[in-house]
């Protein structure tokens, strides 16, 4: 299960994630994340994934895609940090 | 007439208010016989005779008409019949028996039979047969290639196929044999057509040549895409059965596996301290009260709460285990009460919580004290009211449920400090039972380090047989802040590091930590304890949440809280 929540804080859009991002949950995430990306008024999107306890193969290709289009990951503990780094040096190379 | 001396001649003619029949001719032998008052006369009899003729003109295509309608009304019948068998029984062959009793009425056959393919379309099966007049060659359960039987044409085509004598004996098989031999003359197949998939044929034969009318066989086909239905419902009615069957018989293993796991006999020890725990457990598990388990990380409070639910009237019914901690703070609320479809986005379908699931059996909350101040005072709620709203639904839920709380947290200090509801606590705090440190009953170690060698040894497939006894006088003296839980891990590593019969412990994992620094200089270890403790005294012992020791040191509250079982943390320390 996964728990997305919408926030927006000084004009950046926050997608809070609790839960496990897998499964048909991965694209419950891209379809808030496409609606949230089009909003009439573009705003910053960050994805705060400190609350996600499971990042199945398909979420991290989701979390990629995001990040690659401008989707600033947030997170704690280690195993999140290191997916979201990982993801981080991906894109970074690619550029 | 002229020549039989007719002399004069009257025609009327026989009309009735539909159509024109004909006429009526009068003759006679005088000439001018007929005057206006006989003209008159012999009209209305005219009219009168047109009745009659077409009476009997109607009464023909009456006739024909009526046995048309008896003919539609008998397949009518028939579909009907067999639409009611359909749906109102589920078993293939109780279907079979009403259809083709239905079928005899309205298309006498000598034969009537059933074949479903295999699931890889190369054999068929003979599902069931009716064939009162059977010399015995032929059964039910025969199983052989589709193309030996009658019925491969239809089956391949997906159309009917009618078959005669000849058509039996070019098939040159034992059930063409066996056909001919039971003095079977002709033959109708129609495929059980099903989604564009062939699921079998239904076939009937007869002991007359050229028995089958293309209007039966039209019949037949209406029959079979009818009868496809119901073989379609048999099928997945099997297959639901089969599972369910599996279903039963997983479930009776793993509540053998669970009761074998975590009967009252797996508690093990037996010190005077776990003993009046363990009395405690007689008293209160009975009763249906609520209990409140209290004790540090590992000394195996969920086996208490499995003694509660095992030796109460519940025991019967489900043991659901929930551990508060283990579960972000958002998702909680869910998972207790579980939500309905949309109630957040992410929620794409219904979900039925803990609660529901637990209703009638026992629901353990682990770390009970890790929930925040506003799912408490929904707990409070279910526990007084004993009813509760999913997320996103009106509709109040009541359930009948027996509550086994526990926390390695202090509630009263937290209850003082404002960070547990105090009324909660009270309905929590109806019977506590204190589970004793693994360090106050130190008499239990021996005992357990053997439990644990053998368990780990058989599972792993290994010899232990003997436990040095310096390393088990070492065992006994060290203070085990993980209590049980350190314990088992440390000695399942054991197990695994040991070649030979002797249990080979790494005892340098036991060594106690430095309080003072060696040389001026902490470990990293010691440290890093400090630093916890600092935070967590910052936080008032809070763990979660947003000023909680967890977000201070930057890191998820899970991870500090292995953290601290790792490195012997804990508010009593």
């Known amino acids: ?95 | 007439m002229v020549e039989q001396g007719v002399k004069s001649f009257c025609v009327v003619p026989l009309t009735t208010a539909q159509r024109r029949l004909g006429a009526l001719g009068f003759g006679s032998l005088q000439e001018a016989a007929y005057e206006d008052a006989d003209l008159e006369f012999l009209q209305q009899v005219a009219k009168q005779v047109a009745v009659a003729v077409e009476n009997a003109l109607n009464y023909e295509s009456v006739q024909s008409a009526q046995q048309l309608l008896t003919h539609e009304r008998d397949r009518l019948r028939l579909l009907l019949e067999v639409n009611n068998a359909v749906v109102s029984r589920l078993d293939l062959r109780d279907v079979f028996e009403a259809t083709t009793t239905s079928l005899r009425r309205v298309m006498p056959y000598a034969i009537a039979s059933l074949y479903l393919a295999d699931p890889d379309q190369k054999a068929f099966h003979r599902h069931a047969l009716v064939f009162p007049e059977s010399k015995g060659l032929i059964h039910e359960g025969f199983v052989g290639p589709i193309d030996d039987t009658p019925a491969g044409p239809a089956f391949r085509s997906g159309k009917p196929a009618l078959f005669d004598e000849d058509g039996l004996k070019r098939l040159n098989s034992e059930i063409g044999q066996f056909l001919l031999a039971e003095g079977v003359k002709s033959g109708c197949c129609v495929p059980l057509l099903s989604h564009g998939k062939v699921l079998g044929t239904l076939n009937v034969g007869s002991f007359r040549e050229g028995s089958f009318t293309p209007e039966e066989v039209d019949l037949l086909s209406q029959v079979a895409s009818q009868f496809a239905i119901a073989v379609e419902n048999a099928l997945a009615y099997r297959q639901i059965a089969e599972l369910k069957d599996k279903l039963n018989t997983e479930k009776l293993y793993l509540e053998d596996e669970i009761r074998s796991e975590y009967n009252f006999e797996e508690i093990v020890g037996e010190s005077p301290a776990l003993k009046r725990v363990l009395k405690h457990v007689e008293t209160v598990a009975p009763t249906d009260s609520t209990v409140l388990i209290l004790g540090e990380t590992g000394t195996g409070k969920e086996l208490i709460a499995r003694a509660i639910h095992n030796l109460s009237g519940r025991h019967e019914r489900t043991f659901v285990k929930m551990n508060c901690a283990a579960i972000p703070t958002g998702l909680l609320e869910s998972e207790l009460f579980g939500h309905e479809k949309g109630a957040f986005t992410g929620a794409i379908a219904q979900k039925i919580g803990r609660f529901e699931l637990a209703h009638q059996g026992t629901l353990f909350l682990d770390e009970i004290g890790d929930i925040t101040l506003e799912l408490q005072s929904k707990l409070l709620r279910v526990l007084q009211e004993h009813e509760f709203e999913r997320l996103g639904s009106t509709r109040t839920i009541r359930v009948d449920l027996r509550l086994v709380a526990a926390t390695n947290r202090d509630l009263a200090r937290m209850v003082s400090d404002k960070e547990f509801r105090s009324d909660l606590y009270y309905r929590l705090n109806v019977f506590p039972l204190v589970v004793p440190p693994l360090r106050d009953r130190p008499e239990d170690i021996p005992l357990l380090v053997r439990y644990f060698a053998q368990k780990h040894a058989r599972r792993m497939n290994k010899r232990i047989e003997a436990i040095p006894t310096e390393t088990m006088l070492m065992l006994s003296k060290y203070h085990w802040p993980g209590n049980i839980r350190e314990l088992e891990n440390l000695i399942e590593r054991a197990v695994i590091l040991s070649h030979g019969p002797d249990l080979h412990v790494p005892l340098a994992e036991l060594r106690i930590p430095d309080t003072a620094p060696a040389n001026g200089v902490e470990t990293l270890e010691a440290a890093e304890r400090e630093h916890i403790q600092r935070a967590l005294e910052q936080s008032n012992w809070v763990i979660g949440g947003p000023s909680g020791a967890a977000t201070r040191l930057g890191m998820k509250r899970t991870t500090l809280q292995s953290k601290m079982r790792k490195l012997g943390i804990s508010q009593r320390s």
């Open chain 1, 1 to 95: 299960m996964l728990k997305i929540t919408q926030q927006i804080e000084s004009d950046i859009i926050i997608l809070v994630l609790e839960g496990r991002l897998t499964g048909p949950w991965v694209r419950e995430l891209e379809l808030c994340w496409r609606s949230a990306d089009g909003t009439p008024q573009i705003h910053p999107i960050r994805v705060d994934l400190s609350s996600v306890t499971f990042i199945d193969a398909e979420g991290k290709a989701l979390l990629t895609r995001m990040c690659r289009e401008g989707a600033q990951l947030v997170t704690t503990g280690c195993l999140n940090k290191c997916i979201v780094e990982g993801i981080m040096r991906s894109e970074e190379k690619k550029v």
